[in-house]
């Protein structure tokens, strides 16, 4: 393969994403303006050790006056003051209900268990699952809601603005957006809404119609049970069971920290990996895409100039600035940090590298470990 062969390869690997993101973005739209207000909304949030996030997350929700909703927070075996904080919020506002995660039972990871329980102990037609570590501006539950005016949909997913405050977070935390709007055909997803193979989502905030949860069985599913990363297992239990789901662009409905720090950035991403890109048939061709794609380009530039050929540089540098381009539509689209843009193919490649250390260490039989449990594999599921 001559040097003009690779950059041309490169510089088509780095329009792709691009393209798709133009395309996307009219499917990729925000929640209906005025919410729905009749059916009662639960808003379901797992807490476990979240003393320092509870407060704010619950006062985010009952900033919501007009919607019927209730929030129902599980203790799940927290060590810290967090039933405490909850109990003070329920004397305060009767909209909210502390509940007590039971024992978490063999071939379950904790945060579905946990969504599973608060799905029994929820009143409302809708449910809301939410993270603790979500903030919500005021009227979000009602405006999610109206998404089920479209009488064809049961699941639909919200992608927060990704608060990032360290380059730690910078570098890894946007590329979920990169990954989604550049690599999954929405047109194909709103299409064919009941194919598994579009399914995506968020696990940070999700909505569903209850009887279509309880007809998929819900977290409690198979599929979803032994999952850290309900995000995209549940929608596909949707789509499976023949139920339709969808995505919005939430950043003006919610916002979220996910991690604090790269050390906490790389082992948040790491506890799923497996299910994602990292996967022994998947992350090869992960890997051509996103280096041939996003960080290629960049080392062709010099490359190019060294063996003379203004040709190979001149595509480096288009490939180079079209992955930028993305990042810039991006930035502004989901309210992303600006400072974020000119690392890209660094960030890009300490995705690649955490991918590929979480197979390695998968392949040696490591389980790793989130909030003091050791993740569930998906072959452990009862």
């Avoid at 598994?196 to 409690?220: I, K, N, P, S």
Wanted: aromatic fraction near 8%; charged fraction near 20%; charge should be positive.
């Amino acid at each position: 393969m001559t040097l003009e062969t690779l950059a041309l390869i490169a510089l088509c690997l780095a329009l792709l994403p691009l393209a798709l993101t133009v395309l996307n973005l009219p499917f990729f739209r925000r929640a209906p303006a005025r919410a729905r207000t009749g059916a009662l909304i639960s808003v379901l949030i797992p807490a476990r050790d979240e003393a320092a996030n509870i407060e704010a997350a619950v006062r985010s929700v009952l900033a919501d006056r007009k919607t019927p909703l209730e929030v129902v927070v599980l203790d799940d075996h927290s060590t810290d003051g967090t039933p405490d904080i909850v109990r003070r919020l329920s004397a305060e506002d009767p909209r909210v209900r502390l509940e007590t995660a039971p024992p978490l039972p063999g071939g379950w990871s904790g945060k579905q268990h946990a969504c599973h329980a608060l799905s029994r102990r929820a009143r409302g037609d809708i449910l809301l699952f939410m993270d603790a570590d979500v903030r919500l501006e005021p009227g979000a539950p009602g405006r999610f809601a109206a998404c089920f005016t479209d009488p064809r949909l049961h699941l639909v997913s919200g992608f927060p603005r990704e608060e990032t405050e360290t380059l730690g977070e910078r570098l890894i935390i946007p590329l979920i957006h990169v990954l989604l709007l550049g690599y999954l055909p929405m047109f194909f997803a709103r299409m064919f809404r009941r194919t598994a193979a579009f399914a995506a989502g968020c696990g940070q905030l999700m909505a569903v119609r209850r009887e279509a949860y309880d007809a998929t069985g819900g977290h409690g599913a198979p599929s979803v049970k032994a999952s850290m990363h309900d995000g995209v297992t549940l929608p596909r239990a949707f789509r499976r069971a023949g139920f339709a789901t969808g995505v919005v662009e939430a950043s003006d409905l919610a916002r979220c920290r996910m991690y604090e720090g790269f050390a906490a950035t790389w082992d948040g991403f790491s506890k799923n990996a497996t299910e994602g890109m990292a996967t022994p048939v998947g992350l090869p061709v992960w890997t051509v895409l996103l280096a041939g794609g996003h960080i290629l380009p960049w080392l062709l530039i010099p490359a190019g100039l060294i063996a003379g050929s203004a040709a190979v540089a001149w595509m480096g540098l288009a490939g180079g600035l079209a992955t930028l381009a993305q990042r810039a539509v991006l930035a502004i689209r989901a309210r992303q940090d600006w400072r974020a843009v000119p690392w890209h193919p660094v960030g890009i490649a300490v995705l690649l590298a955490l991918q590929w250390v979480a197979l390695v260490r998968s392949w040696r039989g490591h389980r790793p470990t989130w909030r003091g449990r050791t993740v569930a594999r998906g072959e452990d599921a009862a």
